[in-house]
């Protein structure tokens, strides 16, 4: 996600949209097709946060339950845990011996590029609000990746609407303004 962090901060605060806007994003950014996503469940969220000792925000579960797609940009968090796409074997990969997969221990990795650019929660510092902040790692830099300029989201919410407008933008600037708008 290095084009989105490239972008520097967010600019101001935040726009607070609705999950309707969120989903008419995330529609208009990823219209082209995206991948089916298995549907999380009580079950599948409680076992992803005792296996990787967090919580998972509501607000990513909640968006994860309406969005049919939401794995074409997110770890999968549904009942598929053989999936590749899996957020339990995504982290396995990025947290194994190899040295080119290599992020810090705390980082819950959520999203990846084929590039190795990774989205994730900063397991060590627990918000006031009860979310884990989402920060970038560049995981072909390994562990001693210096993550300090990029930006920092305090909430999930915050990064999930930057990155979809971020997207939704590029792949059309005038639907997506329509859809800011009506906030």
Request: proline share 4%; with cysteine.
């Amino acid at each position: 996600m290095r084009r989105v962090a490239e972008l520097g901060s967010l600019g101001g605060a935040a726009r607070v949209l609705t999950i309707e806007q969120l989903l008419d994003l995330f529609a208009v950014a990823f219209a082209h097709g995206h991948r089916r996503s298995s549907v999380p469940t009580a079950e599948s969220v409680s076992r992803i946060n005792r296996e990787l000792g967090i919580v998972l925000p509501v607000s990513f579960v909640e968006f994860s339950r309406r969005c049919p797609g939401y794995s074409t940009l997110f770890a999968s968090i549904g009942e598929d845990f053989n999936d590749a796409y899996h957020i339990l074997n995504i982290n396995r990969d990025f947290h194994g011996d190899e040295p080119h997969y290599r992020v810090p221990s705390w980082l819950v990795v959520f999203n990846h590029g084929h590039d190795e650019d990774c989205d994730g929660f900063d397991s060590r510092k627990l918000g006031a609000d009860g979310e884990y902040p989402v920060v970038y790692w560049d995981a072909s830099q390994g562990v001693g990746f210096d993550n300090a300029r990029w930006p920092v989201f305090t909430r999930f919410n915050d990064y999930l609407e930057f990155t979809l407008t971020y997207h939704a933008n590029i792949s059309d600037k005038e639907r997506a303004e329509r859809i800011i708008r009506t906030a």
